[in-house]
């Protein structure tokens, strides 16, 4: 009786260490996924910068957008009337000239920090107060 006991504790502090050593193995892995999964969902976050401008006779309804330096920089620009287009000669982006109504997305990796201008290309609109800033920080 007192073999079969022992027998007994043996198994029992066997398949409890079987299972002990599978628990802690498997969860790392695991783990480790959820970091680099964790880590790409932050970089995607961080990565692009979207805006929303429209251009209308004579202003720009956004006059400062501000990124860090390495972003993705995305300009939805919509031309609520006349006849414009947005343009940062420091990025060479530029949307077409664009007739009333139509929109157009650039985009652009802001790659060196500083604040450039960003402009109305058509006619005198620049002068004319078609002008903002990118704050590339
Ligand atoms: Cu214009």
């Given at each position: 009786?007192?073999?079969?006991?022992?027998?007994?504790?043996?198994?029992?502090?066997?398949?409890?260490?079987?299972?002990?050593?599978?628990n802690?193995k498997a969860?790392?892995?695991?783990?480790?996924n959820?970091?680099?999964?964790?880590?790409e969902?932050?970089?995607?976050?961080?990565?692009i910068?979207?805006?929303e401008?429209?251009g209308?006779?004579?202003?720009?309804?956004?006059?400062?957008?501000?990124?860090?330096?390495?972003?993705?920089?995305?300009?939805?620009?919509t031309n609520?009337?006349?006849?414009?287009?947005?343009?940062?000669?420091?990025?060479?982006?530029?949307?077409?000239?664009?007739?009333?109504?139509?929109k157009?997305t650039?985009?652009?990796?802001?790659?060196k920090?500083?604040?450039?201008?960003y402009?109305?290309?058509?006619?005198?609109?620049?002068?004319?107060?078609?002008?903002?800033?990118?704050?590339?920080?």
């Amino acid at each position: 009786m007192k073999k079969f006991i022992i027998l007994v504790i043996v198994l029992v502090v066997l398949i409890g260490g079987y299972y002990w050593l599978n628990n802690n193995k498997a969860p790392k892995p695991i783990v480790q996924n959820e970091e680099i999964i964790n880590n790409e969902e932050q970089n995607v976050q961080t990565e692009i910068k979207e805006f929303e401008i429209s251009g209308s006779n004579f202003s720009l309804s956004t006059k400062e957008i501000t990124v860090n330096q390495g972003d993705t920089v995305r300009i939805n620009l919509t031309n609520s009337g006349g006849f414009h287009d947005l343009v940062i000669d420091e990025f060479n982006a530029r949307t077409k000239q664009l007739a009333d109504g139509a929109k157009e997305t650039i985009e652009f990796v802001a790659d060196k920090t500083g604040t450039f201008e960003y402009y109305c290309s058509v006619g005198k609109h620049r002068e004319m107060g078609m002008v903002g800033n990118l704050i590339v920080q």
